[in-house]
Each structure stands twice: as structure tokens, then as C-alpha cells.
């Protein structure tokens, strides 16, 4: 089994998530008492969403990046970033390491690949619906058309991440929030939606989506699952 290296705590919500994913994935892949071979390093979230207000994405691909080689050096055999939105600095922790990392965004367009949907709606911070890291990255190599909401929707979503998912606050009234920007996005011809923020799991599912509904830390996750058990 190849040892993961995870990088988390971007919020420890979904982090915890991460780990339940692929410790699960071990167990019923190798059975008994078996588990993942997993180094973890858990952030203050607070102080990697300070760079963020701050636009300082360089110095997050530095601080992230430090503590990829930190986790390659304690013998991690490939890097998992446990969040959407610093994937923002994905080459960076690349160029910091000489092992693979696991990118969200490519284990999530594969999945759309495999359902055979031509366009789908982003739904995630500011920072990942605006950024072209994430959408252009699937457009690019999975040939998936990607659209996102509307500024006033945009900053709806971005608030409920910020002021009450990474806070662990549930909210049902945010949930048919959520709903109804589904709805707009699907008028507007998305065929699937992807939870491009791995908070947005803990308040929808996919009871609560009318369309395919692409789960980035199930995905990603699995993903990662998959690569560690593989010869």
C-alpha cells in the first residue's frame, strides 16, 4: 500500500471527511482490520484564509508547498490537497515535490467524463468559481463545457461557506438557497452539478440536486483510495 500525504484542515470539517472516505475505501478493498497508510498535516484554517482575503496566493503556494516536501521527506509516496479552492496553488505544491499530486479537479472531470455530460454548473468559494484553476482545468482536458452562477448567486454560496459550513453550521434555510441557484443553473443548461467546495457536502446531497451531482471530497478522496492501492 502507497502512503498518502494529506494536507488538510481547509476546513478540518471536510478534512475528517477525507479521511473516513479513504479509510473506508481500505476496508472494504483489503477487508479485516485494515486501514490507510495516511501522514497527515492539519492547518489553522484561519490563518490560510487571512491569504486568501488577502490575495496573497503566492505565499499560500509557498506555505503549502513547504508542507508538501515536509510530507514527501516523512516518506508520503503522493500529495492529496483536502480542499477545491487551493488547488488555486496546485503547481506550486507540484514544483515542491518530485511525487504525484492527486488534483481534485481532474479525479472530478474524469467522473463527468464517465457520465457523458457535455456542460455542468461549478458551485464553491469565490475564489474557485472565478478563478479559471478549476473550470478551464476540466474544460481543457475533459472537454466539458463549465458554468457558474450569477455575481448575486455567487456571493450567496460564498457566504454560507464562509460563515457557517467551515464553521460547522448547518443550515436548512441555506440549503434551499442552494436549491433554488441550482434551479437557475440547470434553466441555463447545466446537465450536472459538482460540489467544487468540499464543505457544500455536508449541506446538499444527492437527494437534494435534480441532476447528477458530482461530491468533490467523495471523489477526490475515492480517487486517492484508488491510488494507494494500486500495483
Excluded at 505544491?93 to 467522473?111: K, M
Excluded at 460563515?163 to 441555463?188: F, H, K, T, W
Aim: glycine share 6%; charged share 25%.
Amino acid at each position: 500500500m502507497k502512503r498518502l500525504g494529506l494536507l488538510g484542515g481547509m476546513s478540518w470539517e471536510s478534512s475528517i471527511e477525507y479521511e473516513r472516505i479513504i479509510n473506508q475505501f481500505v476496508r472494504r478493498k483489503l477487508g479485516g482490520m485494515a486501514s490507510a497508510d495516511l501522514i497527515i498535516r492539519s492547518f489553522n484554517f484561519a490563518d490560510i484564509e487571512e491569504l486568501q482575503a488577502e490575495n496573497a496566493w503566492e505565499m499560500a503556494g509557498v506555505v503549502l508547498g513547504e508542507a508538501a516536501h515536509e510530507l514527501e521527506a516523512a516518506g508520503a509516496d503522493a500529495i492529496v490537497l483536502c480542499t477545491n479552492t487551493m488547488h488555486a496553488v496546485s503547481d506550486a505544491i507540484e514544483s515542491a515535490v518530485s511525487i504525484p499530486l492527486i488534483h481534485i479537479a481532474d479525479a472530478t472531470g474524469f467522473a463527468i467524463h464517465q457520465s457523458n455530460l457535455d456542460t455542468v454548473a461549478l458551485l464553491g468559494t469565490r475564489y474557485t468559481m472565478e478563478k479559471d484553476f478549476y473550470a478551464g482545468r476540466i474544460r481543457d482536458k475533459f472537454q466539458v463545457d463549465v458554468i457558474i452562477p450569477d455575481e448575486r448567486d455567487r456571493a450567496t454560496i460564498h457566504d454560507v461557506i464562509y460563515s457557517e459550513l467551515v464553521q460547522g453550521v448547518i443550515n436548512p434555510e441555506s440549503r434551499d438557497r442552494y436549491q433554488d441557484i441550482i434551479q437557475r443553473l440547470v434553466a441555463r443548461g447545466a446537465q450536472g452539478v459538482i460540489a467544487g467546495c468540499t464543505e457544500i457536502e455536508l449541506l446538499l446531497s444527492e437527494r437534494d440536486v435534480p441532476v447528477p451531482y458530482f461530491p468533490t471530497t467523495r471523489i477526490h478522496a475515492t480517487a486517492a483510495a484508488a491510488f494507494a492501492l494500486a500495483d
